[in-house]
Nanobody
């Protein structure tokens, strides 16, 4: 089993920045890929970004490319999401995810193995 705990959400004005963090504990094999998804009210859960253990694969959703940066600290088993130039459309609950399989825009979120509890990000206009 893998447990994921997020932190760092909050309220920010458009154009501002936030940093989310996710700490993983448990089976290391289950965190081969770690990443972030988000879900706005009334919408499907959407892929945001993911990175594999070695860092050789980093993937971003189209709506966040050039604004968000994902990073991992394998020694601490954490993944972070630096979000810059935030827009009101970025408002959502952000979920940390982990799986031994690749995470990306093609992922069916319903089959992803591990999830955090979610953290709210609200961007005001």
């Amino acid at each position: 089993q893998v447990q994921l705990v997020e932190s760092g959400g909050g309220l920010v004005q458009a154009g501002g920045s936030l940093r989310l963090s996710c700490a993983a504990s448990g089976r290391a094999f289950g965190t081969q890929y770690m990443g972030w998804f988000r879900q706005a009210p009334g919408k499907e859960r959407e892929f945001v970004a993911a990175r594999n253990w070695s860092g050789s694969s980093t993937v971003y959703g189209d709506s966040v490319k050039g604004r968000f940066t994902i990073s991992r600290d394998n020694a601490k088993n954490t993944v972070s999401l630096q979000m810059n130039n935030l827009k009101p459309d970025d408002t959502a609950v952000y979920y940390c995810a982990a799986d031994w399989r690749a995470l990306g825009p093609q992922s069916d979120y319903r089959t992803i193995q591990y999830w955090g509890q979610g953290t709210q990000v609200t961007v005001s206009s």
